[in-house]
């Protein structure tokens, strides 16, 4: 090996790149990066044991690990003086840095690693477990914060349960109901009169196209807690017209019900104005040729260009179930028993906000990021484009890669995407 | 040639006073223009002097402003004609190809006689392979669009065009988004088009193909029909001195073509 090769070493590994490669192979940020998580290691053994840790029995065991990552802690220490006083030619000088140094530092870095991680499972994770075991086993709500919370989860978990199950189902039903209204309405939406058309269909165009705008700039530009409101009253306002018993309405329309009307009219504004970003980047070019074999507007669209824009806005619209997850928790306003509801509930029972709120917002984001994943695996199924951060990007990249221009990416303004993530706030 | 045993005929295409214009830019002024069956037409002229325009006239792509456009007889221009009636005998070929992206090769081609024809699937398939077969991709039949070289996609667009076996076709440069060396491809099967009597109407910078292949050569000018004739005359010896200050241009511009002219 010579030396010039060896001291490009570094720069070349980083090329190759990835925080793993960086730490496995080059041999100074192994003595160093390893003594951090050599250090971590004493500091979870400096830690009380819980009653589940199972090095309690081992206490030889925890010593010699223990020892054993202040020991490297003191080589990696010997490695960076040696490197501080030789660093001219710290390569060809220092013991640390010849072949074989390397390769025992290397398995030695491994084991650190793995005496670290069995501290950590032993403290950390044993004592999560204790603290569950012995809340679950109480009779009252434990003081302490980690406790209490596992007490009230675990005794509210049917509460909880139901509510995650609600919110679910509003989740999911709502954005599939949504995605149907919304082609319908994106279709009016791009209606543009056609020279064939008789007046009464030029008239019917006209009129759709309209009710799509005014549709969207209503339902985009008002709070969903506030629809759900005017839903919910209305629909009772409707029912107890037509000469129906409260305890009757209470029985077709539900809080349920009209929170699940809600969210999917809600989300069926937002889905249209991302389908129609996605159609209208549908090259020009599709229709122009569909059109010049002789088909009409509604078969060119629903032939050629609806399928190629629906591909291009799956990342977009996947990304509204996760929205909906999130925002059908203002749904708790009208009494929907969604997560949002149980865990007020909860809090309510117990008298603990903080740890029944911080619980919902785990599971909150234990069920979008699941979300996420399965949907960015659909997505790859379906061969759409990739999907972008799910909740933060103002603007959606939406890959036109079904064209002779896979790589060809056209960004497509989907400008409420941004109020949107806002809508929800209490 | 085909412009002698077409005397006394009924014009495919016949354009009177044709005019366009987009806001304040007038694109076409006062057209008037004939296609013969079996005629080849091809029109050429400086970038921007209107001939897409033109062209997209004759298929109603574009709206005229004022004139008349007879296909067969029947006048486009007049309100509520079935459009796409009539488009469905007219095939045209885009310079972008146009392809489209969702569906394979061989669906390209019967999309629009499935869907306007109710030809059965089978009927349309048979007749799209046939199609295929004589532009040389009957092997890609199943391929997607996306996977074919410039020249397959154009050769595949011609494929789509015939399949609903229109009286005319027309081409909107179909070789200028290709690279030198395929240009040859597509011009061959446009070359056997013409040979099997097709009328078409073509839209080019080669003036090989505009030379040798048709009975008459449009030269187009600031939205005017320049000059018109039969092209050994517009190529040798031009009329206008617009023609062959274009010609002479364009020549200058391509060596190459002057030898092969
Ligand atoms: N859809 C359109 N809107 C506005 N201007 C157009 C449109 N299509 C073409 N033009 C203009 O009309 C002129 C003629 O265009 P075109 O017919 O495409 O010319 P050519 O095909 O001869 O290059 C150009 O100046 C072009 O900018
Ligand atoms: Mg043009």
Known sequence: ?426 | MASESTQGREPVIRIEGLRKSFGKHVVLRNIDFEVMPGEVVTIIGASGSGKSTLLRCINLLETPDAGHVWFHGQDLAAEHVDVNKLREKIGMVFQGFNLFNNLNVLQNCTLAPVTLKKASKADAEAEAMRHLDEVGLADFAKSPVTSLSGGQKQRVAIARALCMKPDLMLFDEPTSALDPEIVGEVLSVMRDLAKDGMTMVVVTHEMEFAKNVSDKVVFMDQGVIAEEGDPRQIFTNPKKPRTREFLSRYLEDKPDQVQEA
């Open chain 1, 1 to 426: 090996m010579g030396t010039t090769q060896e001291a490009q070493e570094p720069s070349m590994e980083e090329e190759k790149g990835g925080l793993v490669r960086f730490f496995a192979s080059d041999h100074r940020y192994v003595l160093l990066g390893t003594s951090v998580v050599a250090l971590i290691g004493m500091w979870f053994s400096m830690q009380p044991r819980s009653s589940q840790s199972f090095l309690a029995n081992a206490y030889a065991l925890e010593v010699v690990m223990y020892y054993a990552l202040m020991a490297w802690v003191v080589v990696s220490l010997v490695a960076l003086v040696t490197k501080l006083v030789h660093w001219r030619d710290y390569q060809q000088k220092s013991p640390f840095a010849k072949p074989a140094a390397k390769h025992v530092e290397r398995i030695c870095s491994y084991v650190v690693w793995l005496f670290s991680a069995v501290l950590f499972v032993d403290r950390a994770i044993m004592g999560f477990v204790a603290i569950v075991k012995s809340a679950v086993g109480s009779n009252a709500n434990p003081q302490d914060f980690v406790g209490g919370m596992v007490y009230m989860v675990y005794k509210g978990r049917g509460i909880f349960a139901r509510g995650i199950a609600t919110t679910i189902e509003l989740a999911v039903f709502g954005t599939v109901i949504a995605f149907f209204l919304a082609l319908l309405l994106v279709f009016l939406r791009l209606q543009q009169i056609d020279r064939p058309d008789n007046d009464f269909v030029r008239f019917l165009k006209v009129i759709g196209c309209g009710f799509a705008k005014v549709y969207s700039a209503v339902v985009r530009g008002t709070p969903m807690m506030v629809q759900s409101l005017i839903i919910y009253f209305a629909g009772f306002a409707v029912l107890s017209g037509s000469g129906m018993s409260t305890n009757d309405i209470r029985a077709v329309w539900s809080t349920f019900v009209a929170g699940l009307v809600t969210i999917s009219l809600n989300s069926t504004a937002y889905m249209m104005e991302v389908l129609r970003g996605g159609i209208e980047a549908v090259d020009p070019g599709q229709t122009e040729a569909a059109r010049s074999l002789g088909l009409s507007q509604w078969q060119a669209m629903s032939k050629v260009v609806f399928p190629q824009g629906i591909k291009n806005s799956i990342p977009a619209l996947s990304n509204e179930l996760v929205i909906n997850i999130k925002d059908s928790s203002v749904l708790s306003v009208i009494g929907v028993f969604d997560l949002m509801f149980a865990t007020t509930t909860v809090a309510g029972i117990y008298y603990r906000q903080l740890e029944t709120y911080i619980a919902a917002a785990v599971c909150y984001l234990i069920l979008t990021m699941v979300a996420s994943k399965l949907l960015s695996m659909l997505a790859k199924h379906l061969d759409a484009p990739a999907m972008g951060p799910a909740l933060s990007s103002s603007e959606v990249a939406v890959t036109t890669g079904i064209a002779g221009s896979a790589d060809q990416t056209i960004k497509v303004d989907v400008d409420h995407t941004e109020d949107r993530v806002r809508r929800g706030g209490m």
